[in-house]
């Protein structure tokens, strides 16, 4: 199958591998052409969970209507505040209504923000899917290689209702994916806005001090820490029961996926520093890191969009959603609230409507 990957970050570039060793023809393109450049003499080095060794995607362009011309699906594997962006240059671009695309990740209320900004341009959507995390354990420690440590093995999907083709291909290219319900079920399953924001939060300073040099699920992870998340992950839980749903908490959550120990204790807290995927990973070196550009703005501002339209009170996240905004001093900053997410003014009943599920 002809596939555009969009994004060639450490998400992008782990989803080009894979898809290429799966025998498909891959078209990886980039916004910036210097994050191609890399890979334009000797393709893609890979290492980790999926082999090692190097790969020449069928295309690396910066041009999007080149990239479009010739390829039946998109996978979207950008960082989760690009989504609005990327779906208003695809509907300029010609897209179509035809082709499914898929955001690995979506994230929290990923689907929504694309969906707003693409009928924005063009008002027929095409199929859209998403997952609930990304794919992928991946750093690139170095330009043209990607490590690829962890890789899901159960992970949550879904679509709108005019999706479902998405949904479907999404699943067949990335074993393991299945279909969770709906897309608040994957919202609310994001891990990354529960065991992101709390350690970032709370070990700001030390980050600051020491330009990220510390284990962030290690020697951040600390007692502290934790009490802030499991009370952050209770808030999550709720929210969800208000719309049908029964989520595990976010450590069985990350069991499911294999980022902890499979037989993790789903109410120990601590089994996030013994996954293997995570345990060398270094904590954010700045506060411009994506922990707290898109985990905070894109991950719990929406989280308490959603908990607002269920009724819902989230004193956790919105006391972190307002340190990390004065901590960071930056002002108003890009977030992902009702109004990227077509939600204003949105009830319950709508919001179930929208994504194909009857209110009770």
């Known amino acids: 199958m002809r596939i555009l990957v969009i994004g060639a970050g450490n998400g992008g570039a782990a989803a080009a591998v894979e898809l290429s060793l799966a025998g498909h023809e891959v078209c990886l393109y980039a916004r910036s052409a210097s994050t191609l450049d890399p890979f334009a003499s000797e393709g893609i080095g890979f290492e980790g969970l999926l082999g090692e060794g190097r790969l020449r995607p069928s295309g690396l362009t910066s041009d999007l209507a080149m990239a479009i011309a010739d390829v039946e699906a998109a996978v979207v594997a950008l960082p989760v505040y690009a989504h609005g962006a990327v779906a208003r240059a695809l509907a300029e671009a010609g897209w179509g209504a035809t082709r499914p695309i898929i955001l690995n990740p979506g994230h929290t209320g990923g689907v929504f923000e694309f969906e707003t ?100 699920y290690v020697e951040g992870m600390t007692p502290g820490v934790m009490h802030v998340m499991r009370a952050l992950d209770a808030e999550r839980i709720a929210v969800a029961a208000a719309f049908g ?76 959603i307002a340190l990390c905004t004065i901590a960071r001093g930056r002002g108003e900053v890009a977030t992902r609230g009702a109004a990227e997410m077509g939600l204003v003014g949105c009830s319950r009943d709508a919001l179930l409507a929208r994504v194909g599920v009857a209110s009770t």
């Not at 005019?162 to 999404?170: C, I, M, N, P, V």
């Not at 905070?296 to 006391?319: R, S």
């Open 117 to 216: 900004a693409y009928r924005a341009v063009r008002g027929e959507l095409p199929p859209l899917a998403e997952f609930s995390t990304l794919a992928y354990v991946a750093r690139k420690p170095r330009p043209d290689v990607v490590n690829i440590t962890g890789r899901a093995k159960a992970l949550r999907a879904a679509s709108l209702p005019s999706g479902r083709a998405a949904l479907d291909l999404a699943c067949v290219l990335f074993p393991g994916a299945y279909d969770s319900g709906d897309v608040i079920a994957t919202g609310l399953s994001n891990v990354n806005m529960i065991v992101h924001p709390p350690g970032a939060m709370l070990g700001a300073s030390w980050s600051e001090a020491t330009g990220g040099d510390f284990t962030f």
């Open 245 to 320: 749903h029964v989520l595990p908490t976010v450590i069985g959550e990350m069991r499911a996926l294999g980022t902890v120990p499979a037989d993790a204790d789903p109410d120990d807290y601590r089994a996030i520093a013994a996954g293997a995927a995570n345990r060398l990973i270094k904590a954010p070196d700045t506060l411009d890191h994506r922990y707290y550009v898109e985990d905070f703005g894109h991950g719990l501002v929406p989280f308490t969009v959603i908990a607002q339209i269920a009724g819902v009170a989230t004193p956790v996240a919105d006391a972190l």
